[in-house]
């Protein structure tokens, strides 16, 4: 009898080995709000913003960390989306409405606003530039004094501002 018990027990094992663990405790969701670069949402009347708020932490950010005429997740983490509840237009041009991935190409004089049709993509290290939805241009300026974190915000009008270290590019949303 006991040596029946042993062999169903080793067999008993050796099925939750084979299973992979199936009969584990399940994982539990990351909590995102604990990373380095936590998450951010910013809600307008026709459209939403979800990135991850980056830190300076000492470090130049426009043309080192992230290089000038590089594409930029604009953010950390997963790439930010921009969820258009209805057809809108940035800085005059159509957008569908829709989720997108909002990517940018900073640059000294310039930068691209891209907004990129696979929404949901790690970073910008399989951006497909093909996907591409719209680009505007939009011209950088100095921030009034340095900007920790990573900060998007929308204001009544319609004027999207992304800021970070000393610099802020800008884009409308009617």
Known sequence: ???????????????????????AQAKMPEDKSKRPSPPATVTAPNFTIEYSRPSVKGRKIFGELEPYGKVW????????????????????QALPAGTYALFAIPGEQEW????NKTAKQWGAFKYDEKQDALRVKVKPSKTPQLVEQFT???????????????????????
């Open 112 to 115: 691209t606003i891209i907004f």
């Open 152 to 174: 998007i915000t929308a204001d009544k009008a319609g004027t999207v501002t992304l800021a970070w270290e000393n610099t802020q590019a800008a884009f409308a949303v009617k």
């Open 73 to 92: 997740r604009a953010g950390a983490n997963e790439a930010t989306t921009f969820e258009a509840k209805k057809d809108l237009k940035i800085n005059g």
């Open 1 to 23: 009898m006991r040596n029946q018990s042993l062999k169903f027990l080793l067999l008993f094992m050796w099925a939750v080995l084979l299973s992979g663990g199936a009969f």
